[in-house]
């Protein structure tokens, strides 16, 4: 019994150094970028975001990983099981930028409400990388949660992660268009065959998940339009 509660523990606090050892080595690479504030700031943001994914994952019976960072490249948490349905998939990932969000919102208040350029820099960047996340194009959230609406949706994220990367070249959008181009052709072949049950949904549901969707993108669209505006101008 000692036996197995000691590794019990051993489980338990190695998660908690892998989380927070990640997090220290990505606020420590930041902090020579950007400094010590910003950098704490934006991987705090990060961190609210995995953690919407996490809490998401464990209200749907999901066996979940705690979070990991990586500097430059961004968190993740780890679904040791794969979701039953595409419903339950849009759920978990509805909730990173979810609660991401309203992190990011909870900076720009309170930067107003301070006048700190620091806490907006820090929500601007919450919500461009929430945003960013809503491409419909898996892995990323958005293909995640427009999977429930129709997978066939992903062929529009494509045309946008190229004309981000003709914009912004960038390691990363090559790395995710690597990672999504599998998806794209199973698209692409099943055109003329029935979503499979997966992906099937009652109206209902689409219609919902479309709402929040579409609302969640244009809020931070126009929420990182006004901080970039502040932002530019003088304090």
């Not at 705090?44 to 996490?54: C, P, T």
Request: glycine share 8%.
């Amino acid at each position: 019994m000692k036996l197995l509660l000691s590794l019990l523990v051993a489980g338990k606090l190695g998660k908690v150094l892998l989380t927070g050892g990640s997090m220290l080595l990505s606020v420590v690479t930041y902090s020579f970028v950007y400094g010590w504030q910003y950098a704490i700031g934006a991987v705090g943001l990060l961190f609210a975001h995995e953690m919407g994914h996490f809490i998401a994952a464990r209200q749907r019976n999901l066996d979940v990983g705690a979070p990991c960072f990586i500097p430059f490249v961004g968190a993740w948490i780890s679904l040791k099981e794969q979701p039953m349905n595409a419903e339950t998939e849009a759920y978990v990932g509805f909730a990173g930028p979810m609660l991401g969000s309203a992190a990011s919102l909870v900076c720009f208040l309170a930067g107003r409400a301070e006048g700190s350029p620091l806490l907006l820099a820090i929500a601007y960047s919450g919500f461009v990388l929430n945003l960013f996340n809503l491409l419909p194009l898996s892995p990323l959230d958005g293909g995640r949660i427009v999977s429930v609406i129709s997978p066939r949706i992903w062929l529009l994220g494509a045309p946008l992660l190229v004309g981000l990367f003709l914009w912004k070249p960038s390691p990363l959008l090559v790395m995710i268009a690597i990672m999504a181009a599998p998806n794209i052709v199973a698209v692409l072949r099943s055109w003329r065959q029935p979503s499979p049950d997966y992906y099937r949904a009652p109206r209902s549901v689409r219609t919902a998940y479309t709402v929040q969707y579409l609302g969640l993108a244009s809020l931070l669209a126009i929420m990182a339009f006004e901080v970039h505006e502040l932002l530019a101008r003088p304090f």
